[in-house]
């Protein structure tokens, strides 16, 4: 005889029960989780690097950065002073919160204010796997279109800023900046929006007063 | 060739086997026939691809044979200006019936299990 068994249980708990270890855990810290998502090429680890330049001495930074293969990202950054753990998922498209816990134990968590966790590049399994991370961030990048958030609207809906890289190179791509923005504000009411070039460093104070803040107003959050 | 599929269906699909063998056991059931997923367009997974991979992964398990039944919820929009619901596509988001830009996701981000149909 068949019968129906009720279930209704959400298929993705069990990632978001790891996830929410993962924050716990950077809360034990006191460190900021920054997932930050892009496409690849969009500028990820130039970011980061250029990051990691402009705030040294002020805050102290790790990275996580997922790929499908290779160090290639984690050397460069590592290269820089940072502690850095590479992550390769094997084919997987995306980090899932498993991945970023194995990473922890290697992470002086404990003597870092900011953890950026570089998720593999793809616009579209990241936004399905939450890592725990306290904010999110996603890049685009000019070269890649003006019609991005319409395409992929479950990416941009969920993050906290949005980067534009490579402004420098607007006019050759004919982008159209408020266009590209009318696909991803109606949805996120207050999304802070950093245009950018990590090239020639156009923009780039913006974003590092939006990160200053944020660790700031989550170390004093967290600890009071 | 496997491993360089770029699908994360397959690390979804054996949550949902997890989560239903889980179900079947604690019901007693000797086998799974079918299981009722609710989908949403939002949600970032593609049916066909769960699908794909389900076979494969439930051949070994009370599951084997079930049959996958998805129940797609569209995304849609509520326009925070006059509270119309609308379907999201196209190639802005601003409501169809005041023009307003200003917009919350109305629905659509559903990903989960309903229920089993097995045997006792």
Redo the contacts between chains.
Sequence with gaps: ????????????S??DQLAAANRARMDEANVLGLNLMASPGAGKTSLIARTVEALRGELRIGAVDGD?ATTIDADRIAALGVPSVQINT?????L?ASMLQTAFPQLPLEELDLLIIENVG?L??P???KLGAHRSALIASVPEGD?KP?KY??MY?GVDALVLNKIDVRDAFDFDVDYFR??VE??N?GLAFFPLSCKTGKGLEAWLDWLRNEVKQYVSGNSG | MWAFIPMHELSITESILKIALRHAEQAGAKRITRLNLVIGELSGVVGESVQFYWDMIAQDTIAAGSELNFEHVPASLRCLSCDHIFPMNGKNYNCPSCGGSRVVAAGGDDFRLESIEVEE
């Design positions: 005889m068949t019968v129906q068994v009720p279930v209704v249980e959400q298929i993705m069990a990632n499908i094997g084919g997987a498209c995306h899932d793809n579209v399994c936004a399905t796997f019609d319409y609207p479950v809906r009318q696909g109606p949805l009411p």
